[in-house]
């Protein structure tokens, strides 16, 4: 199946700091969701980025789909930025269930 | 506009208990999901349901039911709950946004802790 991994595993960062995170995956995608869950254990949808570039405030995704890889980026951090990062990938010959990366845990430190 | 609503958020229980997690999405979506979260383990589907009326096992179904009971909801019932069974519950629902395009939406969780 296809596999999902993302880095850095874990990230420091003081609040200011900018970030990136990535997320590469193993086989063809037409669909990539970033989520960040918050210290409170909620996920919450960031991006449905298939492919190109999308930004929301501080953040912006760009997923480059025929390289198989998306990037989340992260200017001028909070620190309720803090939590952990998924990114996740659908398999529909699988009723649509996600297939996630194991995360990014970012502390951002005032 | 709710989005997908998860009832409990916090639940113990005694080993040999039963209980229902309820899911509720106000979306209009046909696809539902239930995943399980374990640190180290990510979030594994337990069940899914792509329409009203089906249901299908996901990666860990033993030791779990669904109901998917109407459009909106689409419950998970322990029936004796094990220590193994401690983790955190997400439902989700699933967007189609065409040309084969879909997005997820999770509830807030629940928290079950089994002693």
């Known amino acids: 199946g296809i596999q999902v991994e993302q880095s850095p595993p874990d990230l420091i960062l003081q609040e200011g700091a900018n970030s990136t995170l990535r997320c590469n995956f193993s086989?063809?995608?037409?669909?990539l969701q970033w989520f960040h869950q918050n210290p409170w254990g909620q996920l919450i949808n960031l991006f449905y980025?298939?492919?190109g570039t999308k930004q929301n405030g501080r953040l912006s995704a760009t997923t480059v789909a025929t390289e198989r890889y998306s990037l989340l980026y992260i200017s001028s951090s909070q620190t309720t930025d803090s939590g952990v990062y998924f990114c996740a990938v659908p398999r529909y010959n699988q009723g649509g269930k996600l297939i996630f990366g194991q995360g990014t845990e970012l502390s951002v430190k005032p | 506009n709710a989005g997908v609503t998860q009832t409990p958020k916090f639940q113990v229980l005694k080993t040999g208990q039963s209980m229902t997690l309820q899911c509720a999405q106000d979306?209009?979506?046909?696809?539902m999901y239930w995943y399980r979260q374990d640190p180290g383990m990510g979030l594994r589907l337990i069940y899914y349901?792509?329409?009203?009326?089906?249901?299908d096992k996901g990666e860990v179904p033993n030791g779990y039911n669904v109901s998917r009971l109407n459009k909106r909801e689409f419950s998970l019932r322990l029936e004796s709950a094990a220590p193994s069974q401690t983790s955190v519950y997400f439902c989700?629902?699933?967007?189609?946004?065409?040309?084969?395009?879909?997005?997820?939406?999770f509830g807030q969780g629940t928290r079950l802790t089994v002693v």
């Open positions: 980025i298939p492919s």
């Open positions: 086989d063809s995608v037409n669909n």
């Open positions: 979306m209009n979506h046909n696809s």
């Open positions: 349901s792509a329409s009203e009326g089906t249901t």
């Open positions: 989700a629902s699933r967007k189609n946004l065409g040309q084969g395009n879909t997005e997820a939406f």
